[in-house]
Structures are given as structure tokens and as C-alpha cells.
């Protein structure tokens, strides 16, 4: 079986404590993804300033309904998703059966409409 190219939790969190250049944070990223790992690319993504890989994870959310993932992105870049957005993340868990999900992205629907 061929060695993992992500790094252990331990390493992981030495990577994440210390400067690291935009081409080692994409290339982790990108192995985190390979392996399915979304959720711990995002850190590595938002180091290496891939927008492009970042949007693109962020509609993959939206569309398979990830509010778990979409939380992630937005706290993980700073920013803010609209209601509009957190609808179509509730939908579409709804839609896919995934219901403490789209319970998830209707309360942050909600907060963004209040």
C-alpha cells in the first residue's frame, strides 16, 4: 500500500502553526482533496489562497448539501454566506436525506434573514 501524501494529525497541526509557502499549503490541499478529505483541505486552501479551489469546494457544498463543509469554508476564509445560499444548502440536504444537515443551513438561513 502506497504511503498517504497527507500528513498525521500531529504533523497536520505543526503545518498549520507555522508559515508555509502557497505552493506546499495548494499541494497539501489538493491531497486532502484526492483523498476526500474536504473538510481538511479547507485550512490548507484558504493558506495557499486558492480561490478558484475554494469557490469550486464551496458550490460542491451547496450542491451536495454540506452545511457542515459550507460553515468550515466561511469561518475558515471569514466570511459570510447569504440566506439565498444556506436555502439551497437546506434543499439540497433535505433533497439527499441528510437532515440534521439541512436543519444546519435553515438555522443559518435564518440568522442571515433576522
Not at 486532502?32 to 485550512?43: H, K, M, P, Q, T
Not at 475558515?76 to 436543519?103: C, M, N, Q
Request: hydrophobic share 45%; with cysteine.
Amino acid at each position: 500500500m502506497a504511503k498517504s501524501k497527507i500528513p498525521n494529525a500531529l504533523e497536520r497541526r505543526h503545518l498549520m502553526e507555522r508559515q508555509l509557502g502557497s505552493t506546499q499549503a495548494l499541494a497539501i490541499g489538493e491531497a486532502y482533496l484526492a483523498e476526500g478529505r474536504s473538510l481538511d483541505a479547507v485550512a490548507f486552501l484558504v493558506k495557499a489562497e486558492a480561490v478558484s479551489a475554494l469557490d469550486a469546494l464551496t458550490e460542491e457544498a451547496v450542491q451536495n448539501g454540506d452545511a457542515f463543509l459550507l460553515r468550515n469554508i466561511a469561518e475558515t476564509r471569514g466570511i459570510e454566506f447569504d440566506g439565498a445560499t444556506w436555502e439551497r444548502v437546506a434543499d439540497a440536504a433535505s433533497d439527499a436525506g441528510k437532515d440534521l444537515y439541512a436543519e444546519l443551513a435553515r438555522t443559518q438561513a435564518q440568522r442571515c434573514h433576522d
